[in-house]
């Protein structure tokens, strides 16, 4: 079975720090792509970072870029989020998300986690 779990979302200040787990069964950690969306209310959701299996590349939104990484754990099959220096405007629901291969869009996708940055 194919599952994204992702957990870590709660209540910050600006400029706090929170950790995001996605923990991936076996097929979807596989997966040639991963990556973590966001959607705050009445917006788009946003790509904000991804990491590729294949060549081992991480990408990131220019709204995220320098505060948050990517990162993956293959011994727990878990990829992470790591947000430093929040901001109000990082409120959103938090989602993980898995592509099987290039050009299949995002197959898999977790169940999502609020993240919610006060001033």
């Known amino acids: 079975q194919v599952s994204l779990v992702e957990s870590g979302g709660g209540s910050v200040q600006a400029g706090g720090s929170l950790r995001l787990s996605c923990a991936a069964s076996a097929a979807a950690y596989s997966s040639y792509l991963m990556a973590w969306f966001r959607q705050a209310p009445g917006k788009e959701r946003e790509r904000i970072a991804m990491y590729s299996t294949g060549t081992g590349t991480t990408f990131y939104a220019d709204s995220v870029k320098g505060r948050f990484t990517i990162s993956r754990d293959n011994a727990r099959n878990t990829l992470y989020l790591q947000m430093n220096s929040l901001k109000p405007e990082d409120t959103a629901m938090y989602y993980c998300?898995?592509?099987?291969?290039?050009?299949?869009?995002?197959?898999?996708w977790g169940q999502g986690t609020q993240v919610t940055v006060s001033s």
């Open positions: 998300a898995a592509a099987k291969t290039l050009g299949t869009g995002w197959n898999y």
